[in-house]
């Protein structure tokens, strides 16, 4: 028995070779066509704007297209609540309790499907 590590990988990468030769890339996943659409550019633009922790854009399960902003400033929160409105994008605030807010901002993608 041979103990050559080398041997070992390269085997190994020979198996894992079609992953990547063969897989869809991450630009060709379904919630990831298309644009992000100006609406989400610009309430991330605008959210770079105030005291906020973190920023997250994601498709939800029905194929909406989301936003998470997360904060502990209340008053930030209210105020990209606003923005949001006037962009035209759903929000849904959640406040844990630890007062940390998160404020999801829902546009529906034209190519998003619902659970049946």
Same mark, same amino acid.
């Given at each position: 028995?041979?103990?050559?590590? =080398? !041997? !070992?990988?390269? !085997?190994?990468?020979?198996?894992? !070779?079609?992953?990547?030769?063969n897989g869809k890339s991450i630009s060709q996943l %379904?919630?990831?066509?298309?644009?992000?659409?100006?609406?989400?550019?610009?309430?991330?633009?605008? +959210?770079?704007?105030?005291?906020?922790?973190?920023?997250?854009?994601?498709?939800?399960?029905?194929?909406?297209?989301?936003?998470?902003?997360? *904060?502990?400033d209340p008053s930030v929160a209210k105020s990209i %609540?606003?923005? +949001?409105?006037?962009?035209?994008?759903? *929000?849904?605030?959640?406040?844990?309790?630890? =007062?940390? #807010?998160?404020? #999801?901002?829902?546009?529906? =993608?034209?190519?998003?499907?619902?659970?049946?």
């Open positions: 028995m041979d103990n050559n590590p =080398s !041997e !070992e990988i390269e !085997e190994n990468s020979e198996n894992n !070779e079609g992953i990547w030769s %379904e919630s990831s066509e298309g644009s992000m659409g100006d609406e989400r550019k610009e309430i991330i633009r605008r +959210a770079l704007e105030f005291d906020i922790i973190d920023i997250r854009t994601y498709g939800g399960y029905k194929g909406d297209l989301l936003v998470e902003i997360t *904060t502990m %609540e606003n923005i +949001a409105k006037i962009l035209g994008i759903e *929000t849904v605030t959640q406040q844990d309790v630890l =007062s940390v #807010f998160r404020i #999801f901002c829902i546009t529906p =993608s034209s190519e998003g499907y619902d659970l049946k």
